[in-house]
């Protein structure tokens, strides 16, 4: 099963794809194998976790392509679902609720929605966007294509329009990342933060010469 690229919607663009558009085209029941293709197409790197999933990754997030079936109609359902990797303080949820309350009245997708999970002795939010459709007996292979091409750009444009709403220093956040990133490699290493190598001598901890 082959993709045409002049099906792909302009992945650089700002509009929406519109699924109507594009040569006529019979039914598919889509698979992960499509998914990788056309990801191929627009050139962006992918993996497979270690459930299975496929996943693309950016900076900040990871959008997920997820193959799941409705235990109740038994349909196969597909999903795009993109984990923001930003951590908000617990007591900013309320606030941050309501940014995304914006978000989701003004766009069709991602749908987005918090998610508080326990980090050490601390609770953190994070952000969760999600689109997605039954693909039944099978979907046309241009509003497939459409579709999940649109999803992934819209996965994109929020993480830009939180940070404009959120007025957030990315430059700021890298620093830290970059940082944090390197105080962990450099104590698996045996490092001490200021680059001094520590281990045990004798079975007490001190600085190797």
């Known amino acids: 099963m082959s993709i045409d690229p002049s099906a792909i919607p302009n992945f650089g663009g700002s509009s929406q794809p519109n699924p109507q558009q594009g040569g006529?085209?019979?039914?598919v029941v889509p698979d992960q194998k499509l998914v990788q293709e056309l990801l191929d197409q627009m050139e962006l790197k992918h993996t497979i976790d270690d459930d299975g999933d496929l996943?693309?990754?950016w900076e900040g997030f990871r959008v997920y392509f997820m193959f799941r079936s409705d235990e109740?109609?038994?349909n196969q359902l597909f999903?795009?679902?993109?984990?923001?990797d930003r951590a908000y303080d617990v007591d900013s949820k309320p606030?941050?609720?309501?940014?995304?309350?914006?978000?989701?009245r003004r766009t069709l997708w991602p749908k987005v929605y918090t998610m508080t999970h326990q980090e050490g002795d601390?609770?953190?939010?994070?952000?969760?966007?999600?689109?997605?459709?039954?693909?039944?007996?099978?979907?046309?292979?241009?509003?497939?294509v459409?579709?999940?091409?649109?999803?992934v750009q819209a996965a994109i444009e929020f993480e830009r329009w939180i940070v404009e709403q959120l007025g957030i220093d990315t430059a700021k956040e890298k620093e830290a990342?970059?940082?944090?990133?390197?105080a962990a490699q450099a104590e698996a290493a045996g490092e001490s933060p200021d680059g001094e190598v520590t281990g045990t001598v004798d079975g007490e901890t001190g600085d190797k010469a």
């Open 24 to 27: 006529p085209g019979g039914a």
């Open 72 to 74: 109740d109609s038994k």
């Open 146 to 151: 459409s579709s999940t091409v649109g999803w």
């Open 177 to 182: 990342r970059e940082a944090a990133a390197a």
């Open 55 to 57: 996943v693309a990754p």
């Open 79 to 84: 999903a795009v679902r993109t984990f923001y």
């Open 95 to 104: 606030s941050l609720l309501e940014v995304v309350d914006e978000w989701n």
């Open 122 to 144: 601390a609770s953190v939010v994070r952000l969760v966007g999600e689109a997605q459709t039954v693909i039944g007996h099978g979907v046309a292979l241009e509003h497939f």
